[in-house]
């Protein structure tokens, strides 16, 4: 996936994804107790984290995953995820183990992202949506 036009910000990043799986080659390779060490974190934290790139552009947050990360899981396309800037009901981070963690709130559900700078890509967001 190409990165977007009209950036305004971006952050190496990892977010928590819900759906994200490994491929069928990477459950192979990791083994039966790689499988159950995986899905007993995916229980746990509600998903799996996944390193990519956050974007912020003059429309929306997106996030992309790296290319390690759409080697490794199924359907990589799907860990793209997009959210239309009028469509974000709130933003807010919280302190967390490594780096601090933005949460971008939907109708829907929220994006939770690890990223070094969580506060001033917030307030980036905030002004975006203000404009």
């Given amino acids: ?5 009209n950036i305004i910000a971006k952050k190496l990043a990892t977010a928590l994804l819900k759906d994200a799986e490994f491929g069928e080659r990477t459950s ?24 990519g790139t956050l974007y912020l552009t003059d429309e ?14 199924k359907d990589p396309e799907s ?28 109708a829907i559900g929220t994006l939770s992202v690890r990223c070094l700078g969580a506060a001033g890509f917030a307030r980036k967001i905030e002004a975006a949506r203000a404009t």
Avoid: Q, Y
């Avoid at 107790?33 to 998903?47: D, H, I, Q, T, V």
């Fill in 60 to 73: 929306c947050v997106e996030f992309h995953p790296n290319s390690l990360n759409k080697a490794v899981h």
């Fill in 28 to 51: 192979r390779l990791v083994g039966v107790s790689g499988r159950l060490g995986s899905k007993a974190s995916k229980l746990m934290m509600g998903g799996h984290w996944v390193g």
């Fill in 79 to 106: 860990l793209c995820v997009f959210i239309p800037l009028r469509g974000i009901t709130g933003v807010e981070t919280r302190n967390s183990v490594g780096s601090p963690v933005l949460d971008v709130h939907t």
């Fill in 1 to 5: 996936m190409t990165p977007p036009e």
